[in-house]
């Protein structure tokens, strides 16, 4: 299987959405959303705010790794 390295972030806040490119060395934590400001953090029990927000799990998960 390829692992996918785009998601489509939609924020909790406002429902922007944005494609965002997905790092393979690291879980982005913290993510601005470029329309309200709000920094989205990921919700409990998920390791990133792809895994949260986005459309794609980032690619550990899809890799079945564990993240971070």
Known sequence: M????KSEITCPNCGHK???????????FFYEC????????PKE???C???SYG?????P???NKSCC
Not at 2 to 5: A, D, G, N, S, V
Not at 20 to 27: F, K
């Open 55 to 59: 459309t794609v799990a980032c690619p």
């Open 18 to 28: 944005k494609m965002e490119d997905m790092p393979t060395n690291a879980c982005q």
């Open 61 to 63: 998960i899809q890799e």
């Open 2 to 5: 390829e692992t996918i390295l």
């Open 34 to 41: 470029e329309n309200c400001k709000k920094v989205l953090k």
């Open 45 to 47: 029990g998920d390791c």
């Open 49 to 51: 705010v792809y895994c």
